[in-house]
């Protein structure tokens, strides 16, 4: 098939669109002369027939015109402007009188033509409306007249008709091409401007945006929606940048501090104590490399994680003694005072795996930012057919400015002012990804030195991820 521009494509289809109205315009148009003409016609016919049945009387059996002089001085003489032509005939078909203007031609009688019916036939070369009427003189019938007019003239005006309009009909949708395409073009102008941009745009140059019409019209909703989609492509690809060069960094600090320990530690020989005091600060930083790679492999994991969910009966309430137990050693250093309350037993339909990890992120850090001999508290509820948990401690808190940035990968709020207390950054981020996965909702309420309180709304059926 063709291939046409998007340009010609506009044209043609707007010329088709049009061609097919004009072309019943003028169908329209030629009906309404062509009956106008046939039906002018047609009561000049009617008319003549009339007249001549008027003007007929039967003396010895013999058909004969009243005032033949004046039958024969009429139009019948005249061959220029529509001559009628009248002719009789006898029960036989045969010709008793014809009209001075037939000369050696006669009408033919159409046995197959009903009487009073006109139609169109010939008269030697020559196209003629004719009818046929059966003649009775006192209710008997005696024979036939037929009446013809000439077709040429009307013929003539028809034929110019059809010809200018078929030429017109060409000559106005080649006009009406090129005047579609001239519009056509000034309309996807903007098009050519987006294409123009779009093909300057790369990884590295997401800067450029395609500028938006006058006129807000679809291209220009179609050019801003285009800029919104490279404002997120942008984001999404400085965050990547950013998480790249978080991630490295935080790869590479407990790296380098347990190369710096080793390489200290082998300069001389030292003690057993204190080579088992570096190995084991060693140890630490392996185990917190080790937690870093597995939020990372989780990060990535959960990044585009649609389907591979598989939805399970999950016991909320074993799930967060589970939790609790993981954490028991921590609590018992602190001396942190935990109380659980659940109203009953609550059960969801949901992802096992995912729910644990949203928990043990949750609960690992009321403990960890909680102070010595605080308190964490945990509260299974139903509420509106929702099963809410709510996780509360008396730790140091939150800023408030801080609340919607703790989400982004490696934040750490206040991180510089508690620098005892180890973290990766990374825990509230795979939390509110899988919260959304499961169509769980999150809030976080907090206030420096009060404490923090996390909300997390479950649904007792796991929703489509769609």
Known sequence: MLQLSFKNRIALNYIITTGLLILVVFSIIYSIVKHTVYSHIDENINVEIKNHLEELKVVNGKVIFIDAEEWKEREHNTVDVNPVFVEFLDLNKKVIEKAPNLKTETLEFKDSVEDFKLFDTKLGDHAVRQIQVPLHINNKKIGYVIVAMSLADSRMVLNNLFDIMSLSFLGILILLFFIARFFAGRSIKPINAIINT???????????????????????????????????????????????????????????????????????????????????????????????VDQLLLMARFENQKKGISPETVYLNAMILDVLTLNSEKINNLNIDIKFDALEDYYIKSDNFLVVTILRNIISNAIKYTKKDGAVSILLSKQNEKIICKISDNGIGIAKEDLEAIFNPFFRSNSTDHPEIKGTGLGLSIVKRITELLHIKFKIESEIGVGTTVFLSFNENLKSLS
């Open 198 to 292: 779009s093909k300057i745009i790369t990884k590295d140059n997401l800067k450029t945006r395609i500028p938006l019409p006058r006129t807000r019209d679809e291209l220009y909703t179609l050019s801003k929606t285009i800029n919104n989609l490279l404002n997120r492509i942008e984001d999404a690809i400085e965050r990547e940048k950013q998480f790249t060069s978080d991630a490295s960094h935080e790869l590479r600090t407990p790296l380098t501090v347990i190369k710096g320990t080793l390489e200290v530690l082998i300069r001389k020989p030292r003690d057993n104590k204190e080579y088992e005091e570096k190995i084991n600060y060693c140890i630490k930083e392996v185990d917190h490399l080790n937690m870093l």
